[in-house]
């Protein structure tokens, strides 16, 4: 058999930097998680300072302060003075004029607020970056139009090449206790009978839950009365309600809890990130831990508020007040700190996307909505390249319910030689 050489990830970032020259200098790079998509981008910074015979003025708009921060200690690595790092928040909120806008996530401003980047930012050339655009949102129409994607380097690709350390995915099935089980099969079934009032159509009823006109026009079709506008809505409202407490069920289940506390204790030499959809299961998941192990876990999420210094004082003697950001940020110092006990972080998808932490091998997704995008940039936190590493990702999952369907759907795009069906933890090895 003929040896295949394999292209290094170097090349393959030159070839996006072609295709972009291609599309004009404008266009969005869709790369999976550890491919090297803020790489991409300095090349085509370093690229750009040295062509042209003045300095260029650049904004790059990020969704979060950690990401941003870490924008900055790129840019100080390949010593690219003068770029403007700014929160989309920030950006919206005045006008700006540059050569170039880079937009780091940008599938996450094209809802109506942050989608007014393209029109607050004026610009030559724009690039946008992200993991993983899901083409069935009708919002995304807004990239297709301003920024569509010039080049695609999905997951498997980065696999194949050894651009991401090899992996494994455990979909470990878990059942509800009796009294959630009842909890669940009751919001289920009125959210089915208010569901298929609007003939199982989501758009429809979120539209009618909201819009007078829109409930009219529905009421019209059913029963030929206009006036009938406030059932349609009721009937919105009741099963927008229970398909909540249906997600809140599944997202908070106690087993879920208690399988993610039984994982930390397998694996004690392992740095774990947990990925959960609320910050009461990222707290469960970080108080259960603690209390089995000892205290070798942190919480992560927006909720986390600021706390006085044990070390620091002012200067009347009283201790130093540090801000929410802060903390954070010192909890993630402490998981990357070797000589610290911290090994475990619980998050509520504050680290979901943008987040590089180096030294993690193991991650377990305690609940998780339906989109593949999601899922590529938690599974991208823990399979970045590291010789000799073999990742373990453990997805949670209550068999027979919803939960089980969104994991199909968002586990599209990771290879299935990749994935183990398993129903006893004692499976993840």
Same mark, same amino acid.
């Given at each position: 058999? *003929?040896?295949?050489?394999?292209?290094?990830?170097?090349?393959?970032?030159?070839?996006?930097?072609?295709?972009?020259?291609?599309?004009?200098?404008?266009?969005?790079?869709?790369?999976?998680?550890?491919?090297?998509?803020?790489?991409?981008?300095?090349?085509?910074?370093?690229?750009?300072? *040295?062509?042209?015979?003045?300095?260029?003025?650049?904004?790059?708009?990020?969704?979060?302060?950690?990401?941003?921060?870490?924008?900055?200690?790129?840019?100080?690595?390949?010593?690219?003075?003068?770029?403007?790092?700014?929160?989309?928040?920030?950006?919206?909120?005045?006008?700006?004029?540059? @050569?170039?806008?880079?937009?780091?996530?940008?599938?996450?401003?094209?809802?109506?607020?942050?989608?007014?980047?393209?029109?607050?930012?004026?610009?030559?050339?724009?690039?946008?970056?992200?993991?993983?655009?899901?083409?069935?949102?009708?919002?995304?129409?807004?990239?297709?139009?301003?920024?569509?994607?010039? @080049?695609?380097?999905?997951?498997?690709?980065? +696999?194949?090449?050894?651009?991401?350390?090899e992996f494994t995915v455990y979909n470990l099935a878990l059942s509800l206790s009796p009294v959630d089980r009842i909890?669940?099969?009751?919001?289920?079934?009125?959210?089915?009978?208010?569901?298929?009032?609007?003939?199982h159509q989501f758009p429809l009823m979120m539209s009618c839950l909201s819009n007078r006109s829109d409930a009219e026009?529905?009421?019209?079709?059913?029963?030929?009365?206009?006036?009938?506008?406030?059932?349609?809505?009721?009937?919105?409202?009741?099963?927008?309600?229970?398909?909540?407490?249906?997600?809140?069920?599944?997202?908070?289940? +106690?087993?879920?809890?208690?399988?993610?506390?039984?994982?930390?204790?397998?694996?004690?030499?392992?740095?774990?990130?947990?990925?959960?959809?609320?910050?009461?299961?990222?707290?469960?998941?970080?108080?259960?831990?603690?209390? *089995?192990?000892?205290?070798?876990?942190?919480?992560?999420?927006?909720?986390?508020?600021?706390?006085?210094?044990?070390?620091?004082?002012?200067?009347?003697?009283?201790?130093?007040?540090?801000?929410?950001?802060?903390? +954070?940020?010192?909890?993630?110092? +402490?998981?990357?700190?070797?000589?610290?006990?911290?090994?475990?972080?619980?998050?509520?998808?504050?680290?979901?996307?943008? *987040?590089?932490? @180096?030294?993690?091998?193991?991650?377990?997704?305690?609940?998780?909505?339906?989109?593949?995008?999601?899922?590529?940039?938690?599974?991208?936190?823990?399979?970045?390249?590291?010789?000799?590493?073999?990742?373990?990702?453990?997805?949670?999952?209550?068999?027979?319910?919803?939960?089980?369907?969104?994991?199909?759907?968002?586990?599209?795009?990771?290879?299935?030689?990749?994935?183990?069906?398993?129903?006893?933890?004692?499976?993840?090895?």
């Open positions: 058999m *003929a040896f295949k050489e394999i292209p290094s990830k170097t090349a393959r970032q030159k070839v996006c930097l072609k295709l972009y020259k291609e599309a004009g200098f404008g266009g969005t790079l869709e790369a999976a998680t550890g491919f090297g998509k803020t790489h991409v981008a300095i090349m085509f910074l370093l690229r750009l300072f *040295a062509f042209l015979n003045y300095t260029p003025k650049v904004l790059v708009v990020v969704d979060s302060s950690y990401l941003r921060d870490q924008w900055y200690e790129e840019l100080g690595f390949w010593k690219i003075e003068g770029i403007d790092v700014k929160i989309i928040n920030t950006v919206i909120k005045s006008k700006h004029v540059v @050569d170039l806008l880079i937009l780091d996530e940008i599938h996450g401003y094209v809802a109506e607020k942050f989608g007014m980047v393209f029109h607050m930012v004026t610009y030559k050339w724009i690039l946008g970056l992200t993991a993983t655009i899901d083409i069935d949102d009708e919002k995304n129409a807004i990239i297709a139009a301003r920024c569509p994607i010039f @080049d695609v380097v999905p997951l498997s690709e980065c +696999r194949e090449n050894g651009w991401v350390s909890a669940y099969d009751k919001a289920s079934k009125q959210f089915n009978i208010g569901f298929a009032i609007f003939n026009e529905h009421a019209v079709r059913l029963y030929k009365d206009p006036t009938r506008y406030g059932e349609i809505m009721g009937a919105a409202r009741r099963a927008n309600g229970a398909m909540q407490r249906r997600k809140d069920i599944l997202y908070n289940a +106690r087993i879920k809890v208690e399988t993610a506390v039984q994982l930390a204790g397998m694996f004690p030499n392992k740095k774990i990130l947990y990925f959960s959809q609320s910050t009461q299961m990222a707290e469960d998941v970080n108080d259960g831990i603690n209390d *089995a192990w000892g205290e070798i876990s942190v919480s992560y999420h927006s909720e986390v508020k600021g706390e006085e210094s044990k070390t620091e004082r002012t200067k009347t003697g009283k201790p130093k007040r540090i801000g929410s950001k802060d903390v +954070r940020k010192n909890r993630i110092q +402490r998981l990357l700190r070797p000589d610290d006990s911290i090994r475990i972080l619980s998050a509520a998808k504050a680290l979901d996307q943008g *987040a590089d932490i @180096d030294g993690i091998d193991m991650g377990c997704i305690t609940s998780g909505n339906s989109t593949q995008r999601q899922t590529v940039q938690r599974i991208g936190r823990i399979i970045r390249y590291k010789d000799n590493k073999h990742a373990i990702i453990v997805d949670l999952y209550i068999n027979d319910t919803q939960d089980f369907k969104w994991l199909k759907s968002r586990q599209k795009m990771i290879p299935k030689n990749c994935i183990r069906w398993i129903s006893n933890i004692k499976d993840v090895i």
